[in-house]
């Protein structure tokens, strides 16, 4: 398994790779016909940005700190990615609103609906450097991935986009330039970390829910990494080992701001910052790791 290459481990579609394990022109045939409703909650991520975190918050937040849905239903199918085959087989259409979903996908990928009946949008980013940290350990647990070779291979092909769902800097650039076609908010992990509660609240105002500051601290706590790794619903030990192997790494794997440091050599960073600079010098938008 660990010598798979791309051609028969991925597929490709609208120009980015996509595990076949996970996905089908199936399931993206099912996106591309999905009717949205306007109060549909939408997480969207580049992958290893905190979706599994936000598997965690939302549902929550809507439940009103009830912890019925987080410790009774696994993450994939309380807060569904709309892009996998799994999908298809939730009734999704039966779900009373606000239906909560993520996804991948880059802006360009998304549906005619989609931009027709405008659903909420939250856009997580996070330093793509951490991005990498955490994309390298899970290549090579995760059976479905193309192994990622030495590091310095697994970067040219990070800062390339030819690994899953495309480049870091197409699919930030993208969804920034959504801003005015869709009604969307943007949060990155880094303050999720520095501060949980007040992105909870953020959060929860931007769906509409207003939460006491006893529920509020009541999620942030639950929504702690040393915590919510304990939960068996979200930290993927329901997934076998031959597909998932966190022996290897764990899916919850440290959950800190700054792991680049002690991933990265001078040179990688050195390397990461020059394609950085060129693929970024377009964009406005002050991102918080700049700083
Ligand atoms: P690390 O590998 O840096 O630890 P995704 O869910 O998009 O695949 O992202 C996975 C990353 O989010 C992992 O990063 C994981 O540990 C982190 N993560 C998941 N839950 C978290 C939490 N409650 N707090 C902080 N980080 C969390």
Redesign the pocket.
Known sequence: LGNMTEAELYFSYKGVYVPKLIHSPESFSFLENFPFRHDDILVV?Y???????S??ILPLIISDGDMTPVLTIPNWDRMPWLEEHRALKLNLEQRPSPRLFVTHCHYYMMPESFFKVKPKVIYIMRNPK?VF??SY??YAMASYMVNPGTKDEFLEKFLDGTVIFGSWFDHVKGWLGAKDQVNIMYIS?EE??LDLRASITKISHFVGKSLTQEVTEKIADH???TN??QNKM?NYSLVSSEILDQKKS???????IG?WKNCLTEDQVARFDSVYKERMKDVNFKFIWDE
């Open positions: 991520t992958p290893k940005s905190g979706t599994t975190w598997q965690e951490d940290t955490s350990p899970f992990y999720m970390i929504c702690m990494f919510m790794k979200s764990e899916f919850l794997r440290k959950g800190v792991d």
